[in-house]
């Protein structure tokens, strides 16, 4: 190659790099108005605050009490949890099982609402041909799940519901993406999960819920929970989140085609995948109420005598009611 | 005569597609080994369905959307952490007491696994873009600081007595001696920390984000997508492929001197 041929085709290559990089920038640069307040709330793919800001209403409301919502995507709980820790985050939407770790932790956490529960979309699932049609089959076989996450909730809970021990299964940690791999190729015999991971493998993997939360006893509820210091000091905008909040799922609970519609787009998830979630999951964002708290210590006590926590933590504490 | 030339024409040619042929032929075997049913196409999307899927997001916008805020992170990330390494490395090279004051730290934190920093780095940065770009600019500036001091301390003491000899003053040399003579391997490091650019910025865009090639991967992984993940890693493969071509490019145009 030629010299001046070498030196042209960099400089493209360069221009092109610097253009792309300037339109990055652009698509991620945040207008500040520095009239509002910012609150930032953090959630996963699919969940109650997922629909929320698909549907958009939820910002606009807060924005006419002068707040602006700044939406943050978490992979999982713990991150959020860390996240939260910092204060980097004013309200964190997670499962049941990652606050109860936090705390245990010493995180300065405090429940602020309950959400649905996706009780009839978690289980564990095993292949309709392997055999296994109850929990007492499931003696000596390999389960999936992921440490301390509400799967290991899922499993402990629903070997105690069957009068089985801890040690009657093979324990198999895996993340999420190996746990999909690993299952497929029959190398673990079930999988406890959510939806809508459940969904997608009961549709395309050929399996069926071996148990669900309803049977076992493990709900799988959704909470918010905000910075202890954050919560006491912000009273009326916690009350402000659950009431449109709650309208929202209100909405999303009588319109199950536009929810379905708007989560297959934001998923990237087959239409039929999202529409068996949706269909078996009851949307709604609560005042905290003995029931919830109860339900947490349960998962705190449970994970504490298993020795998954090595500390025990006293939800009862750490809720604000809201009155 | 004749014959010759285009017998090293052929030959030429035929070089040109050497590196090519193992690539190719991993992706025919993939195809293969898909469509005839090997392995299940929920597991490993065979390469055309991958494809369909880059188009298909390429058409909604999604894809040159997420590529074009991962390149404005790793950009100012390098530039950032290439910059600082740059100096922090010359200073080292160049000074006895620096070089004792600062190198065993810098040691000391090459080696931390960027994932175990990510905690650290929320509690310093918090969770916004400052997080992302800094973690970029820490794993960028490591190869620089490196090469661009070992390129330095070994720059053959003959040339610098000469340059004495000459008389040079202490700018002169470094411009017209140390500079030039410490250049391949600055570059050598330039080359790595393009590689090195890419491989953080997974890392980093796990940090609650919701833009990236990092966010679709991790994203993907969550639903078990597996068609955006293979995506994602060509992606990274075609993206780490460019630097590296115009590092070397770089190479070449800067060090034509040596002939």
């Known amino acids: ?323 | 005569m004749d014959n010759t030339i285009i017998l090293k024409k052929i030959n030429f040619s035929f070089r040109k597609i050497i590196p090519w042929i193992i690539p190719i032929v991993i992706i025919l075997f993939w195809q293969l080994i898909v469509s005839v049913g090997w392995v299940s196409a929920t597991i490993l999307p065979s390469p055309w369905d991958v494809l369909k899927d880059g188009a298909e997001l390429t058409v909604s916008g999604e894809l040159p959307k997420n590529m074009g805020i991962s390149l404005y992170r790793a950009t100012v990330g390098f530039v950032i952490g290439g910059s600082i390494g740059f100096v922090l490395g010359f200073i080292n090279g160049l000074s006895k007491i620096a070089r004792l004051a600062f190198d065993s730290t810098v040691q000391m934190l090459r080696n931390i696994p960027h994932l175990a920093l990510i905690p650290l780095v929320i509690l310093l940065m918090g969770i916004g873009e400052p997080a992302k770009i800094f973690l970029v600019a820490i794993g960028c500036m490591f190869p620089i600081y490196i090469n661009t001091y070992h390129g330095i301390i070994s720059v053959d003491q003959k040339i610098i007595e000469m340059g004495h000899a000459y008389g040079l003053k202490q700018s002169a040399m470094i411009r017209k001696i140390v500079f030039p003579a410490a250049l391949p391997t600055i570059l050598m490091g330039f080359r790595y920390a393009l590689g090195v650019m890419w491989t953080t910025l997974i890392v980093a865009e796990t940090i609650s984000s919701s833009s990236g090639i990092g966010y679709m991967a991790t994203n993907a992984e969550q639903f078990m997508d597996m068609k955006t993940i293979i995506l994602c890693i060509l992606i990274y493969a075609l993206l780490g492929k460019l630097s590296d071509y115009i590092a070397k490019n770089f190479e070449i145009i800067f060090l034509e001197w040596r002939g």
């Open chain 1, 1 to 323: 190659m030629t010299h001046t041929l070498r030196k042209t085709l960099l400089f493209i290559l360069l221009f092109f790099w610097i253009l792309i990089t300037v339109y990055g920038w652009f698509q991620i640069r945040e207008e500040s108005n520095p009239t509002l307040k910012t609150v930032t709330i953090g959630f996963q793919a699919g969940d109650e605050f997922d629909i929320a800001k698909s549907r958009g209403k939820f910002a606009t409301k807060m924005e006419k009490k002068g707040y602006k919502v700044k939406f943050k995507e978490f992979q999982n709980g713990a991150a959020m949890m860390q996240a939260l820790a910092t204060g980097n985050i004013d309200y964190a939407r997670v499962g049941d099982t990652p606050p109860v770790s936090a705390l245990a932790a010493g995180t300065k956490l405090t429940y602020v609402a309950a959400g649905g529960t996706k009780e009839k979309g978690s289980g564990i699932v095993v292949k309709k041909n392997s055999g296994i049609n109850s929990m007492a089959d499931l003696k000596g076989k390999r389960v999936a799940y992921t440490k301390g996450t509400s799967s290991q909730y899922m499993v402990l809970r629903a070997l105690k519901t069957a009068g089985l021990g801890i040690n009657d299964i093979k324990w198999v940690n895996l993340d999420q993406d190996a746990a999909a791999v690993a299952y497929s190729k029959n190398k673990v015999d079930a999988w406890a999960n959510w939806d809508p991971t459940v969904a997608q493998v009961e549709i395309t993997e050929n399996s069926k819920l071996l148990v669900n939360g309803q049977q076992a006893g493990a709900v799988n509820r959704s909470f918010i929970v905000s910075p202890s210091k954050f919560a006491k000091n912000h009273q009326s905008l916690s009350k402000l989140v659950i009431k449109y909040g709650e309208q929202d799922m209100h909405w999303a609970n009588t319109h199950h085609k536009q929810v379905i519609k708007l989560m297959t787009k934001e998923l990237k998830l087959s239409k039929k995948v999202v529409t068996l979630e949706i269909e078996r999951r009851t949307f709604g964002i609560y005042k905290m109420n003995d029931k919830y708290v109860k339900e947490e210590q349960e998962i705190a006590d449970m994970f504490y005598q298993s020795g998954v926590l090595n500390k025990q933590a006293t939800v009862a504490k750490h809720v604000d009611y809201l009155k």
